[in-house]
T-cell receptor, first 110, second 112 residues
Framework: GQSLEQPSEVTAVEGAIVQINCTYQ??????LSWYQQHDGGAPTFLSY????GLEETGRFSSFLSRSDSYGYLLLQELQMKDSASYFC???????????FGTGTRLQVFP | GAVVSQHPSWVICKSGTSVKIECRSL??????MFWYRQFPKQSLMLMAT?????????EQGVEKDKFLINHASLTLSTLTVTSAHPEDSSFYIC????????FGPGTRLLVL
């Protein structure tokens, strides 16, 4: 089966940088995605890594190391609106469906 | 990005009744849609894959006779929670796939 582990909670202050880790165990690997979800809202896509290395999208970057079965989401210049839950996700097979990680709740303080 | 809607956004029902939730892709055709359930402060759990014109594929542990899924067109999938019980109270989210998954806003179900 598949499992994706994340820290349950991370706190930081405005303007800071925070890293949210994701370690995964999958039978096959077809890429790692990151989603943001505000309370009561829909998950929104943030970033995707198919190959090792860093992908940068504005203030958000995502890193992948397939040899370590590990990835992280890096959030820079934190803003209050970044307070949300963040999930890593993988397709369990070469289809469109996703298995989500345990989720990390980020709280940004002024 | 592509837009997915859900209706209703929230519903309260009595135990033993059935509730239907609609998921629509508004600006793209989704041959495949997915249904997830999310309990408070927990992750999204995939329930089933909804395939247009064919039977849904359910994840292990999900009762197919309790959670009826119909994907009658390329833009509409429905989830019916039959004989709902309080433990079915949850946040139900659908998504449509177009290169990536686009999620609906979710439906909050409360069973009394």
């Amino acid at each position: 089966g598949q499992s994706l582990e994340q820290p349950s909670e991370v706190t930081a202050v405005e303007g800071a940088i925070v890293q949210i880790n994701c370690t995964y165990q999958t039978s096959g690997f077809y890429g790692l995605s990151w989603y943001q979800q505000h309370d009561g809202g829909a998950p929104t896509f943030l970033s995707y890594n198919a190959l090792d290395g860093l992908e940068e999208t504005g203030r958000f970057s995502s890193f992948l190391s397939r040899s370590d079965s590990y990835g992280y989401l890096l959030l820079q210049e934190l803003q209050m609106k970044d307070s949300a839950s963040y999930f890593c996700a993988v397709p369990p097979d070469n289809t469109d469906k996703l298995i989500f990680g345990t989720g990390t709740r980020l709280q940004v303080f002024p | 990005g592509a837009v997915v809607s859900q209706h209703p956004s929230w519903v309260i029902c009595k135990s033993g009744t059935s509730v239907k939730i609609e998921c629509r892709s508004l600006d793209f055709q989704a041959t495949t849609m997915f249904w997830y359930r999310q309990f408070p402060k927990q992750s999204l759990m995939l329930m089933a894959t909804s395939n247009e014109g064919s039977k849904a594929t359910y994840e292990q542990g999900v009762e197919k006779d309790k959670f009826l899924i119909n994907h009658a067109s390329l833009t509409l999938s429905t989830l019916t929670v039959t004989s709902a019980h309080p433990e079915d109270s949850s946040f139900y989210i659908c998504s449509g796939a177009q290169e990536t998954q686009y999620f609906g806003p979710g439906t909050r179900l409360l069973v009394l």
